[in-house]
């Protein structure tokens, strides 16, 4: 689309149809009245809305046909979305070592605006485990995969994309716009960032930016709970990280 097109307001019904799957993507099945008054679109028109969408397979009632959330062609969408990444096949094999030499819970996050959405993930050998979902979105400046991807950027576009006033998850969330800064200046240091109990209370992550893209627009994470980490195994983390993302850049001429 060209600059002149996109500077023309939205077609209101397809705008309106991208809300409701944005909400029910993130919010979860809702009813109607809540529907409503969260996108502030008229019942009326919200019902047909959705009727016109649970025909096509988009959405989907419960039992009582009074909360509606996703159905199976989001999910058709989605997949087939992850399945065209040429980026997501090749960091797969990365993802996969990374959760056999540690057995902690591995993740491929990819930047959104001010958020972080995850796109693939590994899970952990251990009963106890950060808890997580493709497709879920967190505030960029609350993870490890956000800020090693908000450091590639310079501070001006930094604040460009992230949404102030900054969101805290837990008390220990940088949400100061000078610490955010000086955290993200550690990070273009070390190449490698870290939150500790940022993002989830008990948590700490450590990711490093995938160089497939300049700016990188991907990130693979590693997450702990404090109770099994030690400075080693931390260290170890961060050295495979960096040992599987420069085998990423070295097949980055392997993408179109």
Known sequence: MNQQGADRPPVKSADRT????????????????????????????????LRTMSQRGWVEADATGTRFG?????????????????????????????????????????????????IAKRESAHPLRLFSAIGRRLPAHATALGKALLAARPDGEVDRLLEWPLAALTPYTITAPDALHAALDRIRDTGHAEDREENTEGIMCLAVAVPLRSPAVDAISVSVPLARLRDTTAADIVAELHRHTAQLRAAAHLLP
């Open 70 to 118: 996703l159905g199976v062609r989001a999910l058709q969408v989605g997949a087939a979305y992850l399945d065209s990444g040429d980026s997501i096949e090749l960091v797969n094999a990365a993802l996969d070592a990374l959760a056999e030499r540690f057995g902690e819970t591995v993740h491929l996050g990819r930047l959104d605006g001010p958020n972080v959405v995850y």
């Open 18 to 49: 991208l809300e409701l799957l944005e909400a029910l993507a993130e919010g979860g099945p809702r009813g109607l009245v809540e529907l409503s008054r969260e996108l502030d679109i008229p019942k009326s028109s919200l019902h047909g809305l």
